[in-house]
């Protein structure tokens, strides 16, 4: 029997080692269904619920990270967080970056420049269930290019 049939028969997909996806969310349950969905795609989550807490997590994490990041929070927006992690050489290289908003053409006028040096594509929020999976799935493969 091959290992997909092994698999299929034990009742457990086939999940790949996934890299930890942190969210950087102030809305509780935005962060909440974000956590579901991804943990249930196979990757780790951790969370912080504004830009401070989120900037602290990723300064001190030791793994590599792929960072959702709300532009609109209190205390630290996500367009000003992504500012200072662009002026840190050392988080630039270890982490990548995905902008979450509810208007895309704003957070590209807000934060436009730090997007594209940081190569950090936009999710619209409302978001589709695979698009923020797909982008995911994209930002792990820039992960994996940069190791």
Known sequence: MGVAGREKQEGKPAVSQQPTV????????????????????GYHVVEASDGIVGYRLLTDSKQRLIVLVDQ?????????????????????????????????????????D??????????????????????VAEAAQRLDLAS
């Open 72 to 112: 609109k929070m209190p205390r630290m927006d996500g367009c000003d967080l992504l500012e200072l992690i662009e002026q840190d050489e050392t988080l630039r290289a270890q982490h990548t970056f995905i902008m979450m908003s509810a208007s895309p053409q704003r957070a590209e006028q807000d934060c436009g």
């Open 22 to 41: 942190c969210v950087i969310e102030d809305d509780e349950d935005t962060r909440h269904a974000l956590r579901f969905l991804l943990e249930d795609a």
């Open 114 to 135: 730090t997007l594209e040096e940081l190569d950090a594509p936009v999710v619209s929020k409302p978001f589709a269930l695979d698009e923020v999976l797909n982008t």
